[in-house]
């Protein structure tokens, strides 16, 4: 890098200069050491010349060597590069990328290279350079073939860098499409777009060989990148906007662009587009800091690394401190910032990896549990049932004997009527009278049970399932949960009532049971009431919790059999299950909820007596 030995001439705004005058301008001193012109902003002006003079260090009867001019910096438009040596004829020496001879074709946005020269021993050089106002290029003298290799060494690693930032990018949108979330799939797909963006005069340069194509290119790609950031800010925080549709996002997104489309097709100003990608780009991170869907920590940790890549990339722009800076120099800090916010996105795929991994492991880990605990439930439900199917059919058998002893019991009674009538006439009418009256007593106790197994339907309370009390229903409940309530460290109380009611005991024990378990599963509550109270011949039985509750549209989709809320780990069939049992029972089940404000389940039926407590 020759920078220092070389001095440099500003002409005023429109009143360029050829060679030749810049030349004799060079030879008159009105060159100086300092390029002190303010940067207008053109790309397509010719007011800044270089004077760099140069000459062989080789010994006196050397053989001449072949050297280049090497210019490094963004160009829009090619430099012009003039050489006049000692005792040869001036000549314009900017070629194509190597071959020497070759046409003066212009290169955009990279590293230009004059045709290679010869310079005998002693002989002294002079170039001059002439490049836009808003150039700031790096300059050096090679040998032939070293700027060449030094070219190809660079594009490599440059590439390098490119397609890791890239993999790295996609990557964590694998990662994030694997475990279903959305938001991770599109910050992951908007990192790559950025790495692409920031290597636009790559593309440039490959695909597009005239310079104001080049500047639509970089401008299409810079909008595109603009525009996916915004959906990401956009759909990080669709919650506190009101945005939740997917397409109104959208729609928004591109509205906010249109000026900037508007302004990069009416002009050719850039720092809007660059301050408007940075403003995008802070959005962008802060969203991975706030909203990515993984640990606090670690996205607190990659969005603080990014956050600190992204200033440090604004701060060397052109427009801000890079005036101060060569060309080279601010592709050399973009490329650091570009590593260190790969570093950033790297170790938030890595861990987000290993974070993902245990939380999958838990998330098996309590599905197993709460399906075990479901099991034993069902098992406490199963043995409930068998044992109530037990003592119906211990009391059938219980009637049906009774009903077969009092018809065998009537025939003798049958027989002492008869004798105590033949003998009537020995007995006093007071024996007579309180033998007939025992006599009776025993006729309508045994046909009391006769008749009940022999026309089931002329008792009404027969006719009619078992009026039992509510109190087996709630010890079962109670026995059921407490332990499992006590570990969870909730507090569950059940009220007792002696009500009674002839809804069948096993339906109103599934019912509750249900309802209760679901609140100590998945409600993250830290109490749970089953509250029961009774009003003109009515009990409602409430299952009351103060945790997490449900938003309308959670509640309707986990009434569904099969459905549940996100985060669950049942089967999604606790609730359809109440709701089938009411439907063929006639029972009354409604339920209401609200986030952050807890849940209340309700089941209303028919009693006949009340004895609340």
Not at 54 to 69: L, Y
Not at 559 to 584: C, F
């Amino acid at each position: 890098m020759i920078e220092p030995m070389a001095s440099y001439l500003v002409t005023a705004p429109d009143a360029e200069i050829d060679f030749e005058e810049a030349l004799d301008r060079f030879r008159a001193g009105d060159f100086s050491a300092d390029l002190t012109s303010e940067n207008s902003g053109e790309f397509y002006d010719r007011r800044v010349w270089i004077a760099l003079p140069f000459e062989s260090v080789a010994a006196q009867g050397s053989d001449p060597m072949r050297k280049v001019i090497g210019i490094g910096g963004i160009f829009v438009r090619l430099p012009l590069v003039y050489l006049d040596c000692e005792g040869d004829p001036p000549r314009e020496i900017l070629a194509s990328q190597t071959r020497e001879g070759g046409s003066l074709s212009a290169r955009y946005f990279t590293y230009v290279r004059s045709q290679s020269f010869e310079i005998n021993a002693g002989q002294s050089c002079l170039a001059l350079i002439n490049v836009a106002s808003s150039d700031r290029p790096n300059i050096g003298i090679f040998r032939e073939g070293e700027l060449g290799t030094r070219q190809i060494i660079a594009v490599l690693l440059k590439g390098v860098l490119t397609a890791t930032l890239l993999i790295i990018g996609l990557a964590l949108a694998m990662v994030s499409y694997l475990t279903s979330r959305p938001l991770g799939v599109l910050i992951g797909v908007t990192y790559s777009l950025t790495m692409i963006q920031s290597e636009a005069s790559v593309f440039t340069t490959t695909f597009v060989s005239n310079p104001l194509e080049a500047r639509e290119a970089w401008e299409d790609l810079t909008l595109l990148t603009i525009f996916a950031m915004l959906s990401v800010f956009l759909s990080g925080f669709k919650t506190f906007l009101k945005i939740e549709n997917w397409p109104l996002r959208t729609a928004v997104a591109a509205v906010l662009l249109m000026p900037l489309v508007v302004l990069a097709r009416g002009s050719n100003s850039t720092p809007e587009l660059i301050w408007a990608f940075y403003l995008c780009l802070f959005l962008f991170v802060i969203t991975i800091i706030l909203r990515f869907p993984t640990a606090a920590a670690l996205r607190v940790v990659a969005g603080l690394i990014l956050f600190v890549s992204a200033i440090g990339s604004a701060l060397v722009e052109p427009l801000f401190l890079g005036r101060e800076l060569t060309d080279l120099t601010i592709e050399w800090f973009r490329d650091a910032n570009r590593l260190i916010a790969g570093l950033g996105m790297f170790l938030l795929l890595f861990f987000d990896v290993l974070y993902t991994r245990r939380e999958r492991k838990r998330m098996l880990g309590e599905r197993i549990e709460a399906l075990e605990t479901q099991a034993r439930t069902d098992r406490r439900l199963l043995e409930t049932e068998r044992e109530y199917s037990r003592a119906r059919e211990a009391a059938t058998r219980t009637k049906a004997q009774l009903a077969a002893a009092s018809h065998d019991i009537r025939q003798p009674i049958f027989g002492l009527r008869a004798a105590v009538n033949s003998e009537a006439e020995r007995l006093s009418p007071a024996l007579q009278d309180r033998l007939g009256q025992a006599i009776n007593y025993l006729e309508d106790l045994t046909r009391e049970y006769s008749d009940h197994e022999t026309n089931p339907l002329s008792n009404d309370v027969e006719a009619q399932p078992e009026l039992y009390s509510l109190e087996l229903v709630t010890n079962a409940v109670s026995n059921m949960f407490d332990s499992e309530a006590r570990e969870a460290r909730i507090d569950l109380t059940v009220d007792q009532t002696a009500s009674q009611t002839r809804i069948p005991a096993l339906v109103l024990m599934r019912s509750i049971s249900n309802l209760v378990a679901n609140a100590l599963r998945h409600a993250k509550a830290t109490r749970i009431e089953v509250s029961i109270t009774e009003e003109a011949g009515e009990c409602r039985v409430q299952v009351i919790d103060d945790g997490v509750g449900m938003d309308s549209n959670t509640l309707n989709k986990v009434q569904k059999a099969g459905e549940k809320s996100d985060g669950s780990h049942g089967d999604g069939l606790g609730l359809a299950i109440v709701h089938a049992l009411a439907d063929q029972h006639g029972l009354d089940f409604s339920i209401v909820s609200a986030p952050r404000e807890g849940t209340r389940a309700t089941i209303t039926f028919e009693t006949e007596t009340s004895n609340l407590r």
